[in-house]
């Protein structure tokens, strides 16, 4: 009988669509029924929130045109490379500052002082450094990626509780084996928060340098739909963004455990 009461307890929220997730499709439909309120009401100027049926049309030709997909191409490439030379030296840079009181005071507050800064001021260096090709963007989304994470990693090393290091220690373990084995599985959680930052930040920084000076990539296109005004296609390359950033978040997280532990 106890077990039956323990299986049907346990099935009830299975089969039942929780608060939370009726919040969240409440809010989607609520902003949903919002713009299209003000895409038909006339109140701003033409087509600058365009109806949603026009969105999707531009959603669906810009997904049927091959050419579309190079450009998502190049600007997941930028990216991926990016987060791969900002996450890892991020993660370096916080392990040493993290792991060593002193460094941590004579350079740790550098970062906190440039980690808010646009980036985009620098992207004129990287221009000159890099060249006006994908180099500059990858340097310039590097750049971004970088703070967040180190940051985050630097944070977490002074969280890891003294006694795994001692027992490290204790096992004479080498700098490379206290990071493998003690580190970084203690700093599991800050090191995937940080690199979800660093993602997002990274993804601003990219775009930001495409629109800027690019005749490719994904914020090419957005800014070249904003020049001719074609909002209805500009706002369907937001919407592929968004989701695939959603996406690639969700990955992360899982990847790290933390939206598992979120559920429990």
């Known amino acids: 009988m106890a077990d039956t009461g323990r299986l049907t307890r346990t099935a009830a929220p299975a089969s039942s669509v929780g608060p939370v997730t009726l919040l969240r499709i409440a809010i989607v439909l609520i902003t949903l029924v919002i713009w299209e309120v003000l895409a038909r009401s006339g109140w701003l100027y033409r087509d600058v929130v365009p109806s949603l049926l ?38 370096v840079v916080g392990i040493v500052l993290g792991a060593n009181r002193f460094l941590s005071k004579a350079y740790e507050a550098f970062l906190y002082y440039l980690g808010p800064t646009p980036k985009i001021i620098f992207f004129p260096i990287m221009i000159m450094w890099f060249g006006v090709g994908p180099g500059s963007k990858i340097a310039l989304g590097t750049l971004s990626c970088f703070f967040p994470v180190a940051l985050s990693v630097a944070a977490g090393m002074r969280q890891i509780d003294k006694v795994l ?3 490290g220690r204790s096992f004479r373990a080498s ?44 914020g090419y296109l957005i800014i070249q739909a904003y020049a001719i005004f074609d909002m209805p296609r500009m706002y369907a390359n937001l919407i592929v963004l ?22 429990r």
Do not use: C
Not at 58 to 86: C, K, N, Q, W
Not at 184 to 212: Q, S, Y
């Open 165 to 167: 290091i001692r027992v």
């Open 54 to 91: 026009s969105i999707g049309a531009a959603l669906f030709d810009l997904l049927s045109t091959p050419d579309y997909y190079r450009h998502l191409a190049v600007t997941a490439g930028e990216i991926a490379v990016a987060m791969m030379i900002g996450g890892l030296a991020g993660m």
């Open 175 to 218: 700098t490379w084996q206290m990071v493998v084995k003690i580190y970084l599985p203690a700093m599991r959680h800050p090191i995937i928060n940080g690199l979800r930052i660093g993602f997002g930040v990274a993804l601003i920084g990219t775009l930001l340098a495409e629109t800027k000076l690019s005749n490719q990539g994904i």
């Open 242 to 263: 968004f989701v695939l950033a959603i996406g690639v978040n969700a990955l992360i997280g899982k990847a790290g455990g933390l939206d598992s532990v979120r559920g």
